[in-house]
């Protein structure tokens, strides 16, 4: 890998400089892969807020988002790009996952990201596997987490470990990953990380295909079936005003037409519980997918309001609650 290295030494006047913009867009992103350089960088960001945006690399326009989003709020951006090996299960996509470290560091250098923190996993497990974990409870058994069991105790505890390595004001996620959003609004109520988690709308094709890294797996049909989720959530949102049965039933009447999306869920959830709504409910509702395309398995979702005003929503309104 030709990626530019910079020593910690150099950190104190790359970032968090006043100087015209010009030298500081020349030497960012810092890009740096140990702990002790993690610090001396953290500590070179102590005037204005620090926000973190955690990734597993491959960064596509969904990742350019939440950056963006950070950039608006916060002084200091700081990128992480982790493949974390604790939140694969066994036969899952770990070893094929895409990797693009030169190319992922140049979206961050165009984003005016300041830090990029690209640890091996032996930096961020110096022990091993960790004995210890973050447990995600009974929302991380359900739906993702029942067909990935131990999937998202690994999200959590590596979100609560890179949490405490960058430090930041506010760490972006995206609603792409809605159960895993929930999850990290969660473990950062239930356990006092004083950090503000910040959702950002699914980006997504022209086509509606949700961005994701792992797109780049599909062929050609695969990506026509695969339109199948994101125009089955768009039929469901449509029927918002009708109640949960109709949301329900038109979705799964664009699915059942694409027999090469093999559906593991189609669900209409409370956004904070994650269980089915009631046919009475009115109100927020996340509905979401999960499917296998050829050999990918893809995840969507949108939130809907349910009622007389009922639609799709860019985001969820209501606070996270137990
Ligand atoms: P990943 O690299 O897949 O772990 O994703 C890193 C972050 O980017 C997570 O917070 C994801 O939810 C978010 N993300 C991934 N795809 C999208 C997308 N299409 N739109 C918005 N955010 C996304």
Not at 189 to 215: C, I, K, Q
Not at 253 to 265: C, G, K, M, S, T
Not at 283 to 297: F, Q, W, Y
Not at 301 to 321: E, H, I
Request: proline share 7%.
């Amino acid at each position: 890998m030709s990626t530019n290295v910079t020593p910690p030494s150099a950190v104190g006047s790359n970032v968090g400089s006043n100087v015209a913009g010009s030298v500081a867009s020349r030497v960012r992103p810092l890009v740096i892969r140990t702990r002790s350089e993690l610090a001396a960088a953290r500590a070179g960001l102590d005037q204005g807020e620090v926000a973190v945006v955690m990734t597993m690399g491959a960064l596509h326009e969904g990742h350019a988002a939440l950056i963006r989003q950070a950039r608006e709020r916060a002084r200091h951006v700081v990128v992480t790009i982790f493949l974390n090996p604790l939140q694969f299960g066994p036969g899952e996509d770990l070893s094929r996952y895409p990797r693009t470290v030169d190319a992922d560091i140049a979206i961050c250098a165009r984003e005016g990201v300041d830090v990029v923190f690209t640890p091996t996993p032996d930096v961020v497990y110096p022990d091993g596997d960790p004995g210890v974990r973050v447990s995600a409870g009974p929302l991380g058994a359900v739906l993702e987490g029942q067909l990935r069991p131990g999937h998202f105790d690994g999200v959590l505890t590596v979100v609560g470990k890179m949490l405490h390595l960058t430090r930041p004001d506010a760490a972006y996620f995206g609603q792409k990953d809605a159960q895993q959003l929930l999850l990290i609004k969660r473990m950062v109520r239930d356990l006092d990380f004083p950090v503000d988690v910040v959702a950002v709308p699914t980006v997504r094709e022209h086509d509606g295909l949700a961005l994701s890294s792992r797109n780049i797996y599909l062929t050609a049909s695969d990506r026509e079936a695969a339109l199948a989720l994101s125009a089955a959530l768009r039929a469901g949102a449509d029927r918002a005003t009708e109640g949960p049965s109709a949301v329900r039933r038109a979705a799964r009447e664009v699915l059942v037409h694409e027999p090469l999306a093999l559906v593991d869920y189609l669900v209409l959830v409370h956004p904070s519980t994650l269980e089915d709504v009631p046919e009475w409910y009115r109100g927020e509702a996340l509905l979401a997918v999960a499917a296998r395309v050829g050999t990918t398995r893809l995840i969507d979702n949108v939130p809907v309001r349910l009622g007389p005003d009922g639609g799709p929503l860019d985001a969820f309104s209501a606070p996270v609650r137990r």
